[in-house]
């Protein structure tokens, strides 16, 4: 965790050696755990870089995906569609952004059931730093080429379609 | 998440099609996606694979870490140390894991402001039943062969090196 005191040795490595040595094949106990360990450094990163912003990733990716529709506005139902979060979650990020005045929601007159988000002028000027600042740290992806990148994503979507994330191949 | 209905599209393909079309370069961007939806994946996995025996993955890995420890015992300092989590953290699953009857505080008596834990043998009994269990489903790794595993492994140590993640090379 970030400002924690750095071990002189990996933890990861360290417990595959104690895995290897009282269980045994320590192949896919270590690649989760890197994979937990490597989600932690990055949000943490991430979260710091847009701490000025005022928002977090989470509050971030809603901005972003609004910024996308051709109208605009999404229904909320479809923002926890797209960004894979319950939900709650999205109920809590649209709460906070409307309360900063980056987001509002707006009634549907053809479905009263359902609730649109909508970016505000302030959620767009936001957004834009926001954006700025992340690329600029690379969205927190150290020591790995674009190559090794590209390489990297196309090993974790074949976890992710084994794990049936999404329907098509 | 579980439960969810499943997008007929791969939403991180999206997106990154989405960020292409509108801000540029979607590399990074859908890289750091994904190792958190991955992350998302493999813990509700492993949460829902350890449920029957009262415990999430994080108290799995407190149980795990004692049980390497050749004196059978460790300072609570040092757990959170492995772990890489938070002092409140293991304070948590150490709470839990008491009330549960699978560790217990020992006060050290060469230093009162030092406590260790220790795995009693119900503790032990539970974390054998665990393991098998996540043993079976391959700590929630899908879709990739031993030396895939490793290969992504090795790109995420890249990853977590640059990012300070511990000193030595």
Same mark, same amino acid.
């Given at each position: 965790m970030p400002g924690d005191p750095k071990l002189p040795f990996d933890p990861i490595e360290r417990a595959s050696?104690?895995?290897t040595k009282h269980i045994g094949d320590p192949t896919s106990m270590r690649l989760a755990t890197s994979i937990m360990r490597v989600q932690q450094l990055i949000i943490a990163e991430l979260d710091?870089?847009?701490?000025?912003y005022g928002i977090t990733f989470a509050r971030y990716e809603v901005l972003v995906l609004l910024s996308f529709s051709s109208t605009g506005r999404l229904p909320l139902s479809k923002i926890g569609e797209r960004l894979m979060v319950h939900p709650t979650s999205v109920t809590n990020a649209m709460d906070r952004l409307e309360a900063? #005045?980056?987001v509002k929601r707006v009634a549907d007159i053809e479905d009263r059931r359902r609730t649109f988000a909508e970016l505000t002028?302030? #959620?767009?000027?936001?957004l834009a730093k926001a954006t700025k600042q992340i690329m600029s740290i690379d969205f927190a992806i150290n020591g790995l080429d674009a190559e090794q990148q590209d390489r990297t994503y196309d090993l974790l979507r074949s976890l992710r379609s084994s794990a049936g994330?999404?329907?098509e191949g």
């Amino acid at each position: 965790m970030p400002g924690d005191p750095k071990l002189p040795f990996d933890p990861i490595e360290r417990a595959s050696e104690l895995w290897t040595k009282h269980i045994g094949d320590p192949t896919s106990m270590r690649l989760a755990t890197s994979i937990m360990r490597v989600q932690q450094l990055i949000i943490a990163e991430l979260d710091a870089a847009l701490k000025p912003y005022g928002i977090t990733f989470a509050r971030y990716e809603v901005l972003v995906l609004l910024s996308f529709s051709s109208t605009g506005r999404l229904p909320l139902s479809k923002i926890g569609e797209r960004l894979m979060v319950h939900p709650t979650s999205v109920t809590n990020a649209m709460d906070r952004l409307e309360a900063q #005045g980056l987001v509002k929601r707006v009634a549907d007159i053809e479905d009263r059931r359902r609730t649109f988000a909508e970016l505000t002028p302030e #959620g767009e000027a936001v957004l834009a730093k926001a954006t700025k600042q992340i690329m600029s740290i690379d969205f927190a992806i150290n020591g790995l080429d674009a190559e090794q990148q590209d390489r990297t994503y196309d090993l974790l979507r074949s976890l992710r379609s084994s794990a049936g994330d999404f329907s098509e191949g």
